[in-house]
């Protein structure tokens, strides 16, 4: 679509001297959650480019998607919901199972922001927001907007987790972390350490060791599900979650309540020895890892398969969180600030999973409006 169009780039100081550009509400982040909730707000009426925008940080559309690694395909990832008023399957033909998941959804979204016109604005990186004169002041790297709300949909790949260990300096290896993994034929011939237990490490450890030694190190025992997933499952595990956000707790993923689901792929990883778990390590090594006891093991690479924490560090002026690093969580489907109403965090917490982010659009873009006066 035609957007109406941003003043010229201009270097970081004249930007700021400028007046900055006003808009009722704005998404940071066109991933699912972004793009879910630019659908709800343009269907309730509002007017897009200009009573609400999206800001994207990234060059192309496809969210995070756009990044993983190439081996993700279609038969492997997770499954990939519709967003709201267009399918998945309108686009990329799901018999076409072998597609990289990272060509497949950005091609559904961006046939999905042209059909539905999506005020979608990229490159952009919004650097901070913070309180001024009752309303919101978003700067980026490129113009400076005042915002009477935002729904802020910057998910989690920006910020990966990894654990802090003894001597994580002195390993002469190579560490990754799953935000860095592209395929396992550049690990052929070297010893992985895979620490983490969710699908991802799991994805992991399936390919590489089908091609190199492997060892699988968690913090936790790993929970397998031998019967399929139901929806009634989904429930009581966002609901698990939802408390949780409600009572300002830090909220983990949804897959941490759900457990891991037996795939043929990883009956076939277990029947070759691939998934026998071992207890997490005390302090890594020159040339490797070593447990309490004095058991050492020699690795080439540590694969960190331990998650991400949520891309939040741009609201940090507005002191949403907690002590414990919580944020205390309102609305119908939890996805607005109690500390501040007019900060709707969607895809966070039980709004973390493709189907709860588009449900959480929709409660935040209509909650938001109705706050603000827009409808």
């Known amino acids: 679509m035609d957007l109406p169009a941003l003043p010229p780039h201009q270097p970081p100081h004249e930007a700021v001297a400028r007046a900055s550009i006003k808009v009722d509400i704005m998404v940071i982040g066109a991933g699912q959650a972004g793009l879910s909730s630019a659908y709800h707000l343009g269907k309730l009426g509002l007017r897009p480019g200009r009573n609400f925008i999206v800001l994207d940080k990234n060059g192309r559309p496809g969210g995070a998607w756009q990044h993983r690694w190439p081996s993700l395909t279609l038969s492997t990832v997770n499954r990939v919901h519709d967003l709201p008023g267009m399918g998945f399957s309108?686009?990329?033909?799901?018999?076409?199972?072998?597609?990289?998941?990272?060509?497949?959804?950005?091609?559904?979204?961006?046939?999905?922001?042209?059909?539905?016109?999506?005020?979608?604005?990229?490159?952009?990186?919004?650097?901070?927001?913070?309180?001024?004169?009752?309303?919101?002041?978003?700067?980026?790297?490129?113009e400076v907007f005042?915002?009477?709300?935002?729904?802020?949909?910057?998910?989690?790949?920006?910020?990966?987790?990894?654990?802090?260990?003894?001597?994580?300096?002195?390993?002469?290896?190579?560490?990754?972390?799953?935000?860095?993994?592209?395929?396992?034929?550049?690990?052929?011939?070297?010893?992985?350490?895979?620490?983490?237990?969710?699908?991802?490490?799991?994805?992991?450890?399936d390919e590489i060791s089908q091609l190199t030694t492997t060892s699988w190190v968690t913090r936790r025992e790993p929970q397998f599900r031998d019967r399929s997933f139901t929806p009634e499952d989904g429930r009581a595990a966002v609901a698990i979650v939802e408390d949780k956000v409600r009572n300002g707790l830090v909220p983990g993923s949804v897959v941490s309540v759900t457990g891991i689901p037996w795939t043929p792929a990883l009956r076939a990883a277990a029947a070759r020895g691939a998934l026998r778990r071992l207890p997490m390590f005390s302090e890594i090594t020159a040339h490797g890892v070593r447990w309490p006891d004095g058991t050492e093991q020699r690795a080439d690479v540590i694969l960190w398969a331990t998650g991400f924490r949520s891309s939040l560090d741009h609201l940090a002026p507005l002191q949403l969180r907690e002590d414990n690093g919580g944020i205390v969580?309102?609305?119908?489907?939890?996805?607005?600030?109690?500390?501040?109403?007019?900060?709707?965090?969607?895809g966070y917490g039980p709004s973390a999973s493709t189907i709860g982010a588009n449900r959480a659009g929709a409660a935040a873009a209509r909650e938001l409006a109705v706050r603000l006066g827009l409808i």
């Not at 009477?148 to 390993?171: H, R």
């Not at 895979?194 to 699908?199: A, L, P």
């Open 146 to 205: 005042s915002a009477g709300g935002i729904i802020n949909a910057t998910g989690t790949w920006e910020t990966p987790q990894i654990p802090s260990y003894p001597g994580a300096d002195l390993f002469e290896g190579r560490q990754l972390h799953s935000r860095d993994y592209r395929t396992a034929t550049e690990l052929a011939g070297q010893h992985v350490v895979v620490v983490g237990s969710g699908i991802s490490a799991l994805q992991h450890l």
């Open 90 to 142: 309108e686009v990329v033909a799901l018999g076409e199972s072998e597609v990289r998941a990272s060509v497949a959804v950005p091609d559904y979204f961006a046939a999905y922001e042209e059909k539905f016109r999506l005020p979608v604005y990229r490159p952009i990186v919004v650097k901070v927001v913070c309180e001024r004169l009752g309303r919101l002041r978003v700067e980026t790297d490129r």
């Open 329 to 346: 969580m309102t609305g119908r489907l939890a996805t607005e600030v109690k500390k501040d109403p007019r900060i709707h965090l969607v």
